[in-house]
DNA sequence: AAGCCTTCCAACCGCATACCC
DNA sequence: CGGGTATGCGGTTGGAAGGCT
């Protein structure tokens, strides 16, 4: 027995929107709101529309503040880096953009942003084919995949200088990469920056406990912050879920750090049993990444060299770099207070 | 000018989860 | 607690628009 529609198909217009219905749709939620129930709403109105359809034009088109295209600098790197971190959990990274919404950067992402890094990649591998590569070579090292001058900050990629955006007061702020990395520990990272005593050489690890992570996923209400303080909030979670442990190391290369079991399920989603998580990616990690560098604890390799992405998506600039650490230590918000900004 | 190709984006579809009774 | 229904989400599609030959 199949499901019951959500709607009489045979009675209900599909297609694009005319000016007169999102007129009525528009002055009706405006004046009574959506009444908690998008399926009576059409026939309220006498749209013949499905519910869904109705919830959809509202909340990608209708309702207020909402932006179209012009996607500044600042946004793409917001959007690029959640996806390395989360994935295609559009609704989340929409969250963090006001005015956007979950499709406009599901559409902008597959059919700019992608290509835009894609022929950067290009650009650099080109770039390191004719020189780097050569020196690796030479040095006997067998593995070129990082470049030689990454050692500056194994653990993770160069960050860009942000410009500042003009984000009100009641907003998340994502217009650095404290702030983003903030997010990306909300999402189940972690990072020991053991060496941030020198000012000259931040060093920050970012550790990705995976089944704490994926217990997020799991659970989204979870309140990762609490009142506790940062490391004693992460070290609780770590007792609580942490039976494996890895690091997202160099551009986020992915290294297991410790753990005695098989290979977990969380990382086998992360790098290979889980499609979503890095197909598409192939463009921005390598196929060696994606489909040969990774070796499980029992033999097989669990170290993914990431560089070449992490400089795709956070390009060489050390002026920022201090206080970075800092900034991430002050900020605290909740995994629902990422997702839904101010509504909470 | 016409036909073909590519790009972009609004909208649809189906699944998973939340919610209610 | 379990079943039915509503909602939210992410993947996919279809067609309009613009570019190219």
Request: proline fraction near 6%; aromatic fraction near 8%; hydrophobic fraction near 30%.
């Amino acid at each position: 027995m199949g499901r019951a529609p959500c709607c009489d198909k045979a009675n209900v217009k599909k297609g694009p929107w005319s000016p007169e219905e999102d007129a009525k749709l528009k002055s009706y939620i405006e004046q009574h709101g959506t009444g908690g129930n998008w399926i009576a709403l059409p026939q309220k109105i006498g749209l013949k529309r499905c519910g869904k359809s109705c919830r959809l034009r509202w909340l990608n088109y209708l309702r207020p503040n909402i932006k179209h295209g012009g996607f500044s600098e600042e946004e793409d790197n917001i959007i690029c880096s959640l996806y390395i971190s989360i994935g295609s959990r559009w609704s989340i990274i929409a969250a963090q953009l006001p005015g956007r919404t979950d499709n406009d950067i599901k559409n902008y992402w597959n059919t700019r942003l992608k290509k835009k890094l894609l022929g950067k990649q290009r650009k650099e591998q080109q770039a390191r084919r004719s020189s780097g590569l050569k020196q690796e070579m030479k040095r006997g090292n067998g593995n070129p995949v990082v470049p030689a001058d990454n050692n500056q900050n194994p653990y993770w990629p160069e960050l860009p200088t942000l410009a500042p955006i003009p984000y009100s007061n009641h907003e998340p702020h994502f217009n650095d990469h404290a702030s983003i990395r903030k997010l990306l520990i909300k999402l189940g990272g972690k990072f020991s920056d053991d060496d941030q005593v020198s000012h000259n050489a931040i060093n920050p690890q970012f550790l990705v406990d995976v089944s704490y992570t994926q217990q997020l996923y799991d659970d989204q209400s979870i309140n990762v912050s609490s009142s506790a303080p940062m490391e004693e909030t992460l070290n609780n979670s770590d007792a609580q879920f942490a039976q494996t442990q890895y690091a997202i190391d160099g551009a986020a290369g992915l290294q297991m750090l410790q753990g005695e079991s098989s290979f977990p399920a969380g990382l086998e989603q992360m790098v290979g049993g889980n499609p979503p998580r890095l197909e598409g990616l192939e463009f921005l990690l390598g196929d060696d990444m994606v489909n040969n560098r990774i070796r499980t604890n029992y033999g097989t390799e669990s170290m993914i060299d990431c560089g070449e992405m992490g400089s795709l998506i956070f390009p060489p600039d050390a002026s920022n770099r201090g206080g970075i650490i800092q900034q991430r230590l002050l900020q605290e918000c909740t995994f629902d207070e990422l997702r839904y900004p101010g509504q909470l």
